[in-house]
T-cell receptor, first 111, second 117 residues
Framework: TQLLEQSPQFLSIQEGENLTVYCNSS?????LQWYRQEPGEGPVLLVT?????EVKKLKRLTFQFGDARKDSSLHITAAQPGDTGLYLC???????????FGTGTRLQVFP | GAVVSQHPSWVICKSGTSVKIECRSL??????MFWYRQFPKQSLMLMAT?????????EQGVEKDKFLINHASLTLSTLTVTSAHPEDSSFYIC?????????????FGSGTRLTVV
């Protein structure tokens, strides 16, 4: 069974601080996606990384896929209250269409 | 971009009744759709993979007779929670994959909150 562990589980910070969320597994994934989910809504895709070592930037968010394609990180610079939400990583399988979600990181950014 | 519509967004039903949730891909064809369950403050747990024209593939521990999945067309999959009980109360989310879309094309519905009383 493929498992994706995210850390930290919870994060509560002040506006303007930087933070990093980690997504780790012992399995190799074909792709790694990051989502943000607001309460009562479905997850919204932030980014997809597919190449080992790949780095993608989306404004204040920087995503990295590990060289071995087993882990990923999300770094947010100068967090804002609008960044508050549940951040989920999800790994794609080589053999199936399944997308397996990580355990989630709940971020709260206070003004 | 790809849009997945899920209906209803919330439903309250009596214990013992059945509830059907629909998941539609609005502007693309989805040969495969996925159903997830999410408990409060937790991540999404994959329940089953819904394949158009064939039986769904259920994840280990998911009762196929409790959660009936039908994928009769390339744009519609349904999840029926049969003989619902309070422990079935949860947030159910579907997703569909647009193989021709960008970013590996997983699009999620907005979810259905089921409350069984």
């Amino acid at each position: 069974t493929q498992l994706l562990e995210q850390s930290p589980q919870f994060l509560s910070i002040q506006e303007g601080e930087n933070l990093t969320v980690y997504c780790n597994s012992s399995s190799v994934f074909s792709s790694l996606q990051w989502y943000r989910q607001e309460p009562g809504e479905g997850p919204v895709l932030l980014v997809t990384v597919v190449t080992g070592g790949e780095v993608k930037k989306l404004k204040r968010l920087t995503f990295q896929f590990g060289d071995a394609r087993k882990d990923s990180s999300l770094h947010i610079t100068a967090a804002q209250p609008g960044d508050t939400g549940l951040y989920l990583c999800a790994g794609g399988s080589y053999n199936t269409d399944k997308l397996i979600f990580g355990t989630g990181t709940r971020l709260q950014v206070f003004p | 971009g790809a849009v997945v519509s899920q209906h209803p967004s919330w439903v309250i039903c009596k214990s013992g009744t059945s509830v059907k949730i629909e998941c539609r891909s609005l502007d693309f064809q989805a040969t495969t759709m996925f159903w997830y369950r999410q408990f409060p403050k937790q991540s999404l747990m994959l329940m089953a993979t819904s394949n158009e024209g064939s039986k769904a593939t259920y994840e280990q521990g998911v009762e196929k007779d409790k959660f009936l999945i039908n994928h009769a067309s390339l744009t519609l999959s349904t999840l029926t929670v049969t003989s619902a009980h309070p422990e079935d109360s949860s947030f159910y989310i579907c997703s569909a994959r647009d193989r021709d879309g960008l970013n590996y094309g997983y699009t999620f519905g907005s979810g259905t909150r089921l409350t069984v009383v």
